[in-house]
């Protein structure tokens, strides 16, 4: 538990700008692009992972394909504990690194700390498109993926629900959404987690020509997201509109007496 | 016989009894018990023995001693220090690693456990390579300093059935530190377990384990480490109090769990471990504390 609040607390405690300014490569993974892990790991993302899905089999079939040998599955999984239904430490990796880097991917042309001229931060919609559009050569092996993903255990604590959330982070601050410093910076951050989560569930299911269906449901979700922030903030100012009438009210009244 | 006091605040209380009648030409090996962890001194060689100074010649003797007396009780003494935990520990350094050579990999792997003399690991790690991978391939070499663990491991695999006169299956009696039989760039996993805090110069063993692994080959380490909680480590602190009495019950032997509880004091931090685990040259260092950081599992990969 304590761990858990560490976790969210490193993200959450505050929403500071100078997080999303640190120069750093591809955290959380341990190790940089030019890596054999990386090189492995994409190679296996991006030619074998379609086919065979996230298993050990599309990780060997890059291994066999880079000339490399099998200890660098053990090289790989490293930094994973197998959870208690022995997943393999190298799939669960192979895991994080697919939602490392299409987080990564999503918000390069806009992070001033990787690229000299930013582009224009685009709309919140847009980005939330862009993510799911990243997904779409791996979309027939979503299931499996989110069934690996919510195995209770270290994984999820540890990485997949910090790095939902460093997505929501991220799609907020790199877009030109406008954001809060009170307690709505969280509510919005948690509204947005779980509209991408329910997107991605029906992509899974989804058999419509170019994930259209998906895209049509990920919008209303969306547009969900930003009514229920009407709501909040309709339900905020009228909170605060009863409880200063309430005080002048008062005052009123104490001074006539 | 002759008694020594600790200056350190940290350390246990002193009370070693270092028994140089026993001196056998036996060093480190893999084991839950006793070892020394060197620190070279000033111009005078000395070293840790435990919680005492001694000369660096004398201490190779000294851990030798120990384990010779320690090797045939090996098994019960673990399992009643660490109460059962250590073979989960075990279980999961196996499991963590996850090594064996995949149905459609090309290659086999040849693994190398040092200071392995039970063989625990090792027979572990092949037994997860059969079940999990179907590989009756990989090949693996059990090395460690003292002869006498080293039969312990071989009585065990002739008592199973298994791994005994097999031509996968070597043992072989070596120093971890030099490793002098081992080819450079020949093993694909390296695995050390209990044994490295024994080795009279940690560094020298980190190198040549950089030595003998193939370039993409893993460096993997089970050793105790330091526990982080307060709570739990007054807790652990007691229980270490207990250890050299449990040993003289049970294995009538006090010294050498009084010296196993000392060098786990010794030992470096974590984080100092991994620095040097990184400066023999592994990249992607990391480790895993496991209850609480009585234990931790450390890594790095050769590149």
Redo the contacts between chains.
């Keep these: 538990m304590l761990a858990l609040s560490r976790i969210l607390a490193r993200r959450l405690y505050h929403p500071s700008a100078l997080e999303h300014q640190l120069a750093h490569s591809f955290a959380p993974l341990?190790?940089g692009p030019g890596?054999?892990?990386f090189k492995v790991l994409e190679h296996a993302l991006n030619k074998h992972v379609p086919s065979y899905g996230f298993n050990?089999?599309a990780l060997?079939?890059s291994?066999?394909d880079l000339d490399?040998?099998?200890?660098?599955?053990?090289?790989i999984?490293?930094?994973?504990?197998?959870s208690f239904l022995?997943a393999?430490?190298?799939v669960l990796e192979l895991i994080k690194f697919h939602l490392v880097t299409k987080r990564y991917a999503l918000t390069k042309e806009l992070d001033p700390a990787r690229t000299s001229s930013p582009a224009e931060p685009p709309a919140l919609e847009t980005l939330f498109h862009r993510r799911l559009e990243l997904n779409k050569p791996i979309a027939p092996h979503l299931t499996q993926l989110l069934s690996s993903l919510s195995i209770p255990g270290e994984f999820l604590v540890q990485t997949a629900l910090p790095e939902l959330h460093r997505l929501s982070d991220d799609m907020v601050y790199f877009s030109k959404e406008p954001d809060a410093n009170d307690f709505a910076w969280y509510s919005k951050r948690i509204a947005l987690s779980c509209a991408f989560v329910s997107s991605e569930l029906f992509m899974a299911q989804d058999r419509s020509a170019n994930y259209a269906d998906t895209f049509e449901f990920a919008a209303e979700k969306l547009h969900n997201v930003s009514k229920l922030g009407q709501y909040y903030n309709n339900t905020e100012e009228y909170m605060w509109y009863t409880l200063l009438m309430s005080v002048n009210l008062a005052k009123s009244q104490l001074t006539r007496s | 016989m002759y008694h020594t006091r600790i200056a350190s605040g940290s350390a246990l209380r002193a009370g070693i009894m270092a028994r140089s009648s026993k001196c056998a030409l036996l060093s480190s090996s893999r084991c839950l018990h006793a070892g020394m962890l060197l620190r070279k001194e000033g111009p005078a060689e000395t070293t840790h023995f435990g919680s005492k100074t001694v000369a660096k010649e004398e201490k190779e003797k000294l851990v030798g001693s120990v384990f010779s007396n320690v090797a045939a009780k090996y098994d019960v003494m673990n399992d009643v220090m660490s109460m059962g935990v250590h073979r989960l520990w075990k279980d999961?350094f196996i499991?963590?690693?996850?090594?064996?050579?995949?149905p459609?990999?090309?290659?086999p792997?040849h693994f190398i456990d040092v200071a392995g003399g039970s063989g625990d690991i090792a027979f572990g790690l092949l037994d997860h390579a059969e079940h999990k991978f179907h590989d009756t391939e990989s090949t693996m070499h059990i090395v460690d300093i003292n002869a006498d663990m080293l039969k312990e491991g071989e009585k065990r695999a002739l008592n199973q059935g298994k791994y005994y006169n097999d031509p996968r299956v070597k043992f072989l009696v070596q120093n971890g530190e030099t490793l002098d039989q081992i080819e450079s760039n020949s093993k694909?996993?390296y695995t050390v377990s209990f044994g490295i805090r024994n080795f009279t110069d940690i560094q020298a063993g980190l190198n040549t384990a950089y030595r003998v692994l193939?370039p993409?080959?893993?460096f993997?380490c089970l050793e105790f480490s330091k526990v982080d909680n307060p709570l739990v480590d007054l807790v652990y602190q007691q229980w270490s109090k207990v250890l050299p009495v449990m040993g003289s019950l049970v294995a009538n032997d006090y010294d050498s769990y009084q010296y196993l509880v000392e060098s786990i004091q010794r030992f470096p931090q974590p984080e100092e471990f991994k620095a040097m685990i990184e400066k023999a040259g592994f990249?992607?260092a990391?480790y895993?504390k496991l209850t609480f950081g009585v234990c931790a599992i450390h890594?790095g990969?050769k590149?």
């Design positions: 341990t190790y890596s054999t892990q050990e089999r060997v079939a291994l066999n490399l040998g099998p200890s660098l599955l053990s090289v999984g490293a930094s994973n504990s197998p022995n393999s430490p190298a | 999961h499991n963590k690693l996850d090594a064996g050579k995949r459609n990999s090309k290659e792997l694909d996993v193939k993409g080959g893993i993997y990249e992607s990391g895993e890594w990969v590149v």
